[in-house]
């Protein structure tokens, strides 16, 4: 295994991690914005209203993108172990 397939491998499950989480962490981002907007507007200064309407962003998040996810992630296990042999040599 070279260097270059090292580096290849690693670019690639970067990629797949950061593709993957995406869609959650946006979601969360933008309820958390929102949150943030209305807090500031009304001035609610309550921590724990922000991290509630988070995690129902984020499981929803989750159960939409949960299929498209699990695809990526599978698609990507399929070609890593795939390759496995050529990496081996």
């Not at 724990?48 to 159960?63: G, M, Q, R, S």
């Not at 695809?71 to 795939?82: H, M, P, Q, S, W």
């Amino acid at each position: 295994m070279t260097d270059t397939t090292v580096v290849s491998l690693a670019r690639e499950a970067i990629w797949t991690v950061l593709l993957v989480s995406a869609p959650a962490l946006g979601l969360g981002i933008i309820v958390g914005l929102v949150i943030s907007i209305f807090q500031a507007t009304t001035q609610i200064q309550e921590q724990t209203l922000t991290f509630v309407p988070k995690i129902f962003a984020v499981l929803l998040a989750l159960v939409v993108f949960g299929p498209w996810m699990l695809r990526i992630l599978v698609d990507f296990g399929e070609r890593l172990l795939g390759n496995l042999q050529a990496f081996i040599w």
